[in-house]
DNA sequence: TCGATTTGACCCCA
DNA sequence: TGGGGTCAAATCGA
């Protein structure tokens, strides 16, 4: 939890300091303040998933069989860290679940699939960074449905298992196309307790840790020490497609609608008391990254070879 | 129109 | 050789 805790400190930094140059990039940056702005929400994202992860592993230890307080200290989050494993996590009748075998094959196929080409060997990448753990169902009026874990997946395929009633779904990030993000899931409700659902996954989520740069104050200023990183900046908001304006974050007596281009952007349309809390709590209740921030995501795999490096904290 | 889901087919590995 | 994982075209839905 201290992990969540550090980001949402780091958010809150964020928004202090966008906050400190907001009149300036209101009335002459607003596209910086636009990306600022998104850079903010996927800072409390990140935060959001934590906090998710940490209490998933919470419910799902205490359903099943809770062990000693010790073993559930374990801070890394859902088995998204490659060779993580999750050894606290049993069947009510003792017998360990948690496994990286019992997914009988690996995941992952070269990129690109297909048939042409190599093939990457799903054995050599067997028991690598996968987890399994048991979840029960959420109930929705008749439908049973597994947990959110906080991301966004999207399905690319349903197999049926012999030996299984239920078919076995399988799942990737949906972040994938703009972000690269490998992380994938493999969700099967068990036989013998259809309302519970067995979730394995593996690799790492990229796309809630975004290194996209903060536009920080020292960028506008005349004495910007690195004209080329403001350059490449301005390019890359230039770039950013417009999408529905269905975001809006308040800063300060500023409304800023994260849907609109550099010319829509920055009107005020009322006051606020509490900035920082304002934005959080839009930040909080707007969901997971949408359009916009693949937007970013994409623009950044486009800088990532002339991006300065001295920018990428 | 575009993104997500479905589903049949293909391929790898035990 | 068959089971499991993935691809990709077809379909669906907002």
Known sequence: ?????????????LTHE????????????????KTSCENIVAAFNNAIHEINTQQQQIQAMDFFSPRSIEE???????????????PFLGVSGGEAVVDGSSASSAF????????????????????????????????????????????T???????DILGSRFPRSYFRCTHKSFYGCDAKKQVQRLDEDPYTY???????????????????????????????????MFDAIAQIPQVPPSTSIQLGSTWFDAGRDEAGAGQVVGPSECPVADLADVMFNSGSSGSSMDAIFSLRQQHDQSWPKDNEE
């Open 108 to 151: 992952g196929r070269r990129p690109g699939g297909g048939s042409t080409g190599q093939r990457q060997s799903r054995k050599r990448r067997e028991n690598r960074g996968m987890t399994t753990v048991r979840v029960p169902a959420v109930r929705t009026g008749n439908m049973e449905n597994p947990p959110d874990d906080g991301y």
């Open 1 to 13: 939890m201290d992990r969540a805790i550090s980001q949402i400190l780091d958010a809150c930094k």
């Open 18 to 33: 966008l906050e400190a140059s907001l009149p300036h990039l209101a009335n002459q940056h607003p596209s910086l303040l």
């Open 153 to 159: 997946w999207r399905k690319y395929g349903q197999k």
């Open 198 to 232: 067995e979730v394995t996954y593996c690799g790492d989520h990229t796309c809630h840790t975004s290194t996209t740069p903060l536009v920080l104050p020292s960028l506008l200023t005349n004495n910007d020490p690195q004209p080329q990183t403001s350059a490449l």
């Open 72 to 86: 559930h200290n374990n801070p890394f989050p859902l088995g998204f860290d490659a060779g993580c494993e999750m």
